[in-house]
């Protein structure tokens, strides 16, 4: 550190170092990235060669005939992942709003706190505690919403006869109970980039806090949120072992009754990996590629929502 | 700037989770390099550590086995991960272990795909699969092919159908529903099971057999046989499949099966023994071993083999594989009931020394 400045403009010997290192780091992500695209890619020849097209449209998924149709998987991916959104949103965006507008900082500690917590559960231990614990109690509770709503159309399909435990909606819930913490902690940080005059403008106007929020904080942060809730999406259709372990296994099931047994793409390639063939194992790898692509893009489009609403936000400060 | 880390945090998670599930996938093939390059020095003769893998039907044998081997022969290590039948073959063929365990066969054209070369099957036990079921007021149940596949199929859905009344004179059954439990996960005991019902129920049995059959979707899935003994356990009027061991272990009530001479046999480690006896067994030692023939024999019995290379590269490691497969079917076979299965019959443990005798260790 003693030596003198050197003001030559050339870079140091440890400025070239970082400078490699560090595109050396970024480049191998993305090598690795594609190497799983590429060599997946190559792998799911034999079942699109048997298959063809069929493999995207049909609903049968039928490892002792060879036929393969991933569809039913497709469906039961979007479902509980729609169903998570549904439970999650709402709650993720009230506790988010509580905890930046009305929560003192003495409870908002506490309440961050124990959500990040749950964030970082493992989601084995969502799975299994689905199964052992929640399962059984839920039918009962599935069943007498079933009751309750037998009879109107629309309502009794979707909340169907002989509800089960292990069902869509019970993924759904587990879903729901792994991506709040995500949304949450998303949804609070847009929301703090309101600015604060935006909101005094809102009271000096004599709004009350509800009108203030609706008025200012929204508004500004729907953007932002709309991106915080589809990387929740992204987590719960990628969400593999809780998964696999609630939903029940239905095999080629497309159904919009939420308490009947499903599958998901990758509930179904953890629980059938172990035992298949070639042409299984083909019929697997190229489900996974279709979730890999799939979450990608919602990964994409949805931190590209997030960048470009906080460049508003921090331009309109 | 806190929202940008939390994002790309957030993505960071989600792009390596993806990346766990795809890496999984190619694991098998990944592993291959490692496996066989650390499979080249040269061990001392004598001493050698071998590794095994598959089939979880025989993993509580192979446990009492390894214990009971190494105790007699201090200087090997052997260690079997399980992992199922799949994976055992797939490990063997690129040569991730020395030796492999599987309930199901290579097919012809995945047997040229054995870097290793020429290998041996060696049936190791056989074991009962029962059908566990969870009937208030019914502690005895005996049913016949056609009903179990007429059951499984939710052709039939309360338990005093005509059809099991008529396996079942004089009982008094219930009108409770039929909960039908099945694997959630790819199985050998579901290819064992559906396969006897394939071969003994006919044209009854729609759903042909495999590691995972199309199951109708009112039916109910369970991890492992626990998993499904869980749910028969929990359920009233549930019906599933579950092997032996499991079922005994968790406390079910099982039926016993209509056999191929007629007899309603209940499941123990004798009758599935019993099923041993009168196989046709091919010159590679590969048999079906569901509905054999037999007074005595339980028909859903499941064989499951240990396979070795005949020339194996590395020689001591040869050697120890030799010496552990010779315990397997000789004293190991002593170990077998007090695990609830059965040993093989004196004819098929014959045909299996033979077998052993050609590894070149």
């Known amino acids: ?317 | 700037m806190k929202i940008w880390t939390a994002s790309i945090l957030s993505i960071g998670l989600l792009a390596s989770c993806g990346k766990k599930k795809e890496e999984g996938g190619g694991g098998g093939s990944a592993g291959a390099g490692t496996g066989s390059a650390s499979g080249a020095g040269p061990a001392p003769s004598g001493k050698a550590t071998i590794n095994g893998s598959g089939s979880t039907f025989q993993k509580a044998f192979q446990e009492v086995a390894i214990e009971g081997f190494t105790k007699a022969h201090g200087d090997v290590t052997i260690n079997y991960s399980g992992g199922g039948s799949g994976k055992g073959r797939q490990d063997f063929a690129d040569m991730v272990t020395d030796y492999g365990c599987t309930d199901g066969l290579y097919k012809d054209e995945e047997k040229a795909k054995l870097k290793g070369g020429e290998f041996v099957y060696v049936p190791i036990l056989l074991g009962a699969i029962t059908v566990s079921y969870n009937v208030p007021g019914v502690d005895k149940l005996q049913l016949s092919a056609e009903t179990i596949a007429k059951i499984f199929q939710r052709d039939i859905k309360k338990w005093n159908d005509p059809a099991i009344a008529k396996d079942n004179p004089g009982a008094k059954l219930p009108a409770t529903d039929i909960v039908v439990a099945h694997r959630s996960d790819g199985s050998g005991t579901t290819q064992q099971f559906t396969l006897y019902l394939e071969k003994a129920a006919g044209a009854a049995w729609k759903l042909k057999s495999g590691s995972t059959v199309e199951w109708p979707a009112d039916t109910q899935a369970g991890n492992g046989n626990s998993g499904v003994a869980q749910i028969v356990k929990s359920t009233a009027g549930a019906i599933g499949y579950v092997d032996l061991p499991d079922a005994k272990a968790s406390g079910v009530k099982y039926a016993s099966i209509k056999n191929a001479a007629g007899k309603y046999v209940e499941p123990t480690a004798q009758s599935a023994q019993a099923a041993g006896e009168g196989l046709e067994v091919k010159d590679d030692l590969t048999f079906v071993s569901v509905n054999a023939p037999g007074d005595a024999t339980y028909p859903i019995t499941a064989p499951t083999w240990c396979m070795a290379y005949t020339k194996p590269a590395d020689k001591a490691k040869g050697a120890a594989v030799k010496a552990y497969f010779q315990f397997m079917i000789t004293d190991g076979q002593k170990l077998i009931p007090e695990i609830d299965f059965a040993p093989l019959s004196k004819t098929l443990q014959d045909k299996a020394i033979a077998q052993v005798a050609k590894i070149q260790g």
Not at chain 1, 91 to 98: D, M, Q
Not at chain 1, 160 to 184: C, D, N
Not at chain 1, 282 to 298: D, E, G, H, P, Y
């Open chain 1, 1 to 317: 550190m003693a030596d003198k400045l050197d003001l030559s403009g050339k870079p140091s010997a440890a400025d070239r170092t970082f400078h490699g290192l560090a595109i050396g780091a970024a480049a191998f992500v993305l090598i690795v990235l594609a190497m799983i695209a590429i060599e997946m890619s190559g792998r799911m020849g034999p079942v699109l060669d048997k298959m063809g097209f069929d493999y995207f449209t049909s609903t049968r998924w039928s490892p002792a005939e060879g036929l393969f149709g991933a569809l039913p998987f497709v469906w039961g991916t979007i479902y509980t992942a729609i169903i998570a959104l549904v439970l999650a949103v709402p709650v993720s965006l009230f506790v988010a709003l509580f905890v930046t507008q009305v929560a003192t900082p003495t409870w908002r500690k506490p309440i961050v706190y124990v959500l990040d917590l749950l964030a970082v559960v493992p989601s084995v231990v969502y799975g299994l505690w689905g199964v052992l614990v929640l399962a059984q109690p839920l039918q009962k509770v599935f069943l007498r919403i079933h009751e309750a709503v037998d009879g109107i159309p629309g309502l009794q399909s979707i909340f169907g006869a002989s509800p089960q435990g292990r069902s869509f909606m019970t993924a759904g819930v587990i879903l729901a109970i792994m991506i709040t913490p995500i949304i949450t902690s998303l949804a609070r940080e847009v929301i703090e980039t309101t600015p604060q005059s935006d909101k005094e403008a809102a009271f000096a106007l004599g709004a009350t806090r509800w009108e203030m929020i609706r008025a200012s904080v929204l508004p500004h942060s729907k953007g932002g949120l709309v991106g915080a809730v589809m990387l929740g999406l992204g987590r719960a259709m990628g969400e593999t072992i809780a998964a696999a372990l609630v939903i029940g296994a239905s095999i080629g099931q497309i159904t919009i009754n939420a308490f009947a047994p499903g599958n998901s793409m990758p509930a179904v390639i953890a629980n059938e990996w172990g035992e298949a063939d070639e042409l299984h194992k083909s019929a697997m790898v190229a489900l996974a590629l279709m979730l890999f692509a799939i979450t990608i893009a919602v990964n994409l489009v949805s931190s590209a929502i997030v960048q470009r609403s906080l460049r508003r936000s921090r331009g309109a400060l």
